[in-house]
């Protein structure tokens, strides 16, 4: 592994299928995901998340880029503080409101209900647990991007490919393309973290959704699949050990036992 395998950007998402927020730092503890990552979900149609007593369901049952590709022309800002959401469009403040509060959470509902329209299956209805996260997968895990492998699939498509369509929450540079792949089980560092690979992330259509502009104007699944033989960009870990991380730390990995 190059000596100079750096962190380059970290982002999270605190309401599934909305937009990213670039962070400077985090801090991250056993089985931990990044804090407020996917903490918010919004239900559309049948109601099956009991917040009660959470658990994974899979991301059709929510408001998400896959099918709602409309969401990536909102701009979101969210205070983790106050619990304050805001959703832009452009330079335009479209709805603020409190989802730690019923009245909140109802104003974004109905901004939701109206915008989505006929798209959404039924009423929408912000979920949340405290510590759960609406990940694609069952597991905790963060989720990491090798830059490398994006632009080696911008030489197959021959056009720019925004890495944050993989919607990740780490961005890595100083590696040769596709290596983490093979990175299930093994250990590695963050930083001062310890994580170990779980297993490549299989794309979906939702990378197909420019995060720019909302237009669905490429085919990332089909295209990693016929140039290939495989749908995976990225890789899924697991935090082993507690530890902070920030743009411009170093990944590590360890040596094969």
């Keep these: 592994m190059p000596a100079e395998a750096r962190i380059t950007a970290l982002y999270r998402y605190p309401v599934k299928g909305l937009s990213p927020e670039s962070l400077g730092h985090v801090t991250l503890g056993p089985g931990d995901c990044f804090p407020w990552d996917r903490a918010y979900a919004i239900e559309q149609g049948k109601r099956v998340f009991d917040e009660e007593n959470p658990a994974y369901f899979p991301k059709r049952f929510f408001l998400e880029l896959m099918l709602h590709e409309e969401l990536a022309r909102l701009r979101t800002r969210f205070d983790e503080a106050t619990r304050v959401l805001s959703i832009y469009r452009g330079d335009d403040e479209l709805v603020t409101a409190d989802l730690g509060q019923p009245e909140g959470r109802a104003a974004i509902e109905a901004f939701m209900a109206d915008y989505m329209g006929s798209r959404i299956k039924g009423a929408p209805r912000i979920v949340h647990a405290p ?94 699949l ?8 990225g890789l899924y870990a697991r935090v082993r050990g507690a530890g902070s991380i920030r743009p411009g730390d170093r990944l590590a990995l360890a040596s094969p036992a």
């Design 226 to 233: 016929r140039s290939y033989g495989h749908s995976f960009l």
């Design 131 to 224: 510590g759960f996260s609406f990940s694609d997968v069952p597991a905790k895990c963060i989720s990491i991007i090798n830059l490398a492998s994006v632009r080696a699939l911008e030489q197959v498509t021959g056009r720019p490919v925004d890495p944050l369509r993989f919607r990740a929450n780490v961005y890595v540079e100083g590696l040769e393309p596709w290596v983490d792949h093979d990175w299930s089980a093994r250990s590695l560092t963050l930083g001062s973290a310890e994580l170990e690979g779980v297993e490549p992330i299989v794309r979906c259509a939702a990378t197909n959704v420019d995060p720019a502009t909302g237009a669905r104007d490429m085919t990332i699944p089909a295209t990693l």
